[in-house]
């Protein structure tokens, strides 16, 4: 026979001794008045001896209060080791590095100062976690948002449209329609996002560009690779609204294209009532309406 009795029964056994009324302990447990009766019966039988006096008022056998003390010294331990005061609570998020650089981490500093016991840490990483193996509570991915065995909820679209550095531009320039910029140096020109945007512009052929492009693998790379006036890269506008508005970005049309893709806040289902999560959830919303409304 296995050391300890079934949990669930012990359990049961604790909030009955402590409040001396199997209905309170009911109610406490959200089980049934015979609920709690046959948990305690279990026990009894496992033991050979009864656990409680059915008196008028409910009161514990000499083996009761027995084990009644150190059972109920365990659990107000496990309690304490289970409860989070806010203090203590941690909230670690992993997302792109374009998404945490210019758009997330500016925020983020709101969010803590309304959630002020708690801790956050960011990770900025290409790569996609395991949330079995890693120790993250959310991630913000990009992608379609069907990932396996994750929660998702949609943020926002991508959009994305050409920019440049005004120096290329005025090299190049004016750009009067958007087939003028077929010819100018591309970043990334393997990136499909290109078709897109033309097709959107309604450039119908366009031919290849004059020399192979840097591929950098993010947006804030191909950025700083424009503003340095390496080439035209192809962005998106929400991440890039100070450089637009310090012309240190130039973006000459207002068409933008979008590839079907989206950024959203992923978790584990069992961490959908999270509390913090569900805060988080519901800022990052009004931080992207906010932004959509500017």
Not at 2 to 18: T, W
Request: net charge neutral.
């Amino acid at each position: 026979m296995d050391a300890l009795p079934p949990l669930a029964a012990v359990r049961v056994f604790e909030s009955a001794a402590r409040h001396l009324s199997f209905t309170a302990a009911a109610a406490e447990l959200g089980m049934t008045q015979a609920g709690v009766s046959y948990q305690i019966r279990l026990l009894e039988e496992r033991l050979g001896g009864a656990l409680f006096l059915r008196r008028p008022r409910l009161a514990l056998t000499d083996q009761g209060a027995r084990l009644a003390a150190p059972t109920q010294a365990a659990f107000a331990q496990l309690r304490d080791a289970w409860h989070q005061t806010p203090a203590q609570e941690t909230l670690s998020i992993t997302t792109l590095p374009t998404f945490a650089t210019n758009w997330l981490s500016q925020r983020l500093g709101l969010f803590q100062l309304h959630n002020p016991g708690l801790a956050v840490r960011l990770d900025s990483s290409e790569r996609i976690v395991d949330f079995a193996r890693e120790d993250f509570d959310v991630a913000i991915r990009y992608g379609g948002g069907d990932w396996p065995g994750l929660e998702s909820h949609h943020l926002f679209d991508i959009t994305l449209t050409p920019m440049l550095s005004p120096a290329l531009l005025a090299q190049h320039g004016p750009l009067a329609r958007p087939a003028d910029i077929v010819p100018l140096p591309w970043l990334d020109p393997t990136d499909p996002c290109w078709a897109q945007w033309l097709a959107a512009a309604g450039v119908a052929h366009a031919p290849c560009p004059p020399r192979p492009g840097l591929t950098l693998g993010t947006q804030i790379h191909e950025a700083r690779a424009a503003m340095a006036g390496t080439g035209v890269a192809m962005l998106t506008p929400r991440f890039f609204r100070t450089e637009l508005a310090t012309g240190a970005l130039v973006q000459p049309f207002d068409i933008v294209a979008r590839n079907g893709k989206a950024y959203w806040l992923a978790y584990p289902p069992a961490r959908r009532n999270r509390p913090v999560i569900r805060r988080l959830r519901r800022f990052l919303a009004e931080q992207v309406a906010a932004d959509r409304d500017d």
